[in-house]
């Protein structure tokens, strides 16, 4: 059984910083692509970055560009968002998802595996 557990997320103030971690069990893990989401109360969850299996080739959103960075331990089955200069539109939950073999993508029906989630709050 694939599960996928995030952990790492908080409170923070305005311009701080965050790691999530995800931990996967069950798969190969350097199969395939992940990727990192979040939802805010009320909106539509939206890709924040994604990596490929190998780690080779990383993917963001403009909004996160330069400051968050996607990276992966294939050697712990772990992958790793840091999360820079935070701002208050970046409070969200925060999932980990298992993407397609190999590469990774933008959109969340090519996810098909999800975390239960890990609450980021950036507040002062």
């Known amino acids: 059984q694939v599960q996928l557990v995030e952990s790492g997320g908080g409170l923070v103030q305005p311009g701080g910083s965050l790691r999530l971690s995800c931990a996967a069990s069950?798969?190969?893990?350097?199969?395939?692509?992940m990727g990192w989401f979040r939802q805010a109360p009320g909106k539509e969850r939206e890709f924040v970055a994604g990596?490929?299996?190998?780690?080779?080739?990383?993917q963001y959103a403009d909004s996160v560009k330069g400051r968050f960075t996607i990276s992966r331990d294939n050697a712990k089955s772990t992958v790793h968002l840091q999360l820079d200069s935070l701002k208050p539109e970046d409070t969200a939950v925060y999932y980990c998802?298992?993407?397609?073999?190999?590469?990774?993508?933008?959109?969340?029906?090519?996810?098909?595996?999800w975390g239960q989630g890990t609450q980021v709050t950036v507040s002062s």
């Open positions: 990596i490929s299996g190998s780690g080779g080739r990383t």
């Open positions: 998802a298992r993407g397609p073999p190999a590469g990774s993508g933008t959109s969340r029906f090519q996810y098909a595996i």
């Open positions: 069950g798969l190969t893990f350097s199969y395939y692509g």
